[in-house]
């Protein structure tokens, strides 16, 4: 079961043509997400660090996930949108697999412009522009700055694409930055393996939770 939980943070940083961020960025994105297994209601949150090189086609992302309020777990998610293989890292073990679709970096051009409004007040305000599409079977609506087409928040609903189970989630961005200040963070571990066949994400979600099967227990 645990290794359906954990699915809940690879969610998508969905952005289209027309309206695309700067092609590289960092900041920090705020994960939470909410989802039903076997009839019971479990939730994920996190804090990670998140990288993008639009034109090298690689995202990193790594800090804190918390499952069910009970379990910390420190992970670092590598993707090569070129290569369309993903790396998995967790308590000094990583995993390789085959990506089932690439991040996308803008807003779709099919998107629905839901609305153009603001955040905050009087003079304090910023122009924000809400989009709603479909990625695969989930229901995104992304925030958007009006100008620049910044990353505030995404709003999923559907059906998660590694699990196929039904989920919600929202991630809320802040910190950017343009630009990667330190280009090393897409460099994959040396613990990572370097060649042969990807491991399906069942092998690597259970490679990850072998070292916390006690506490797994104890939530199931
Ligand atoms: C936009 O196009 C994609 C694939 O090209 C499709 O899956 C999706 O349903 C379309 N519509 C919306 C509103 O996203
Ligand atoms: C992104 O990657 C490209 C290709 O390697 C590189 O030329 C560029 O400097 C990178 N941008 C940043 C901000 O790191």
Redesign the pocket.
Do not use: R
């Given at each position: 079961m645990l290794r359906l939980l954990l699915a809940f943070v690879l969610v998508v940083m969905a952005m289209g043509k027309g309206c695309c961020p700067p092609?590289?960025w960092e900041g920090f994105v705020g994960t939470m997400s909410g989802f039903m297994k076997d009839g019971k209601p479990h939730s994920s949150k996190g804090l990670l660090m998140y990288h993008t090189?639009?034109?090298?086609g690689?995202v990193d992302s790594e800090g804190d996930i918390i499952i069910d309020r009970l379990l910390t777990l420190k992970i670092r998610i590598i993707k090569d949108n070129n290569k369309m293989i993903g790396y998995n890292i967790m308590n000094g073990k990583c995993t390789k697999k085959t990506l089932v679709r690439k991040e996308l970096d803008c807003i779709p051009e099919n998107a629905t412009l839901v609305r153009s409004t603001y955040l905050g007040a009087g003079p304090e305000t910023l122009a924000v522009k809400v989009y709603r599409f479909m990625d695969g079977d989930t229901e995104v609506y992304s925030t958007v700055t009006s100008s620049g087409c910044i990353p505030l928040d995404h709003v999923l609903t559907g059906i998660h694409p590694d699990t196929k189970a039904e989920f919600i989630g929202v991630e809320q961005v802040s910190g950017i930055t343009?630009?990667?200040k330190d280009?090393s963070v897409f460099d994959i571990p040396s613990i990572c393996p370097s060649s042969g066949v990807s491991s399906d994400y069942v092998t690597t979600m259970s490679l990850w939770m072998s070292s916390v099967v006690l506490i797994a227990k104890l939530i199931v």
């Open positions: 092609k590289a090189n639009d034109t090298l690689m343009v630009g990667v280009p």
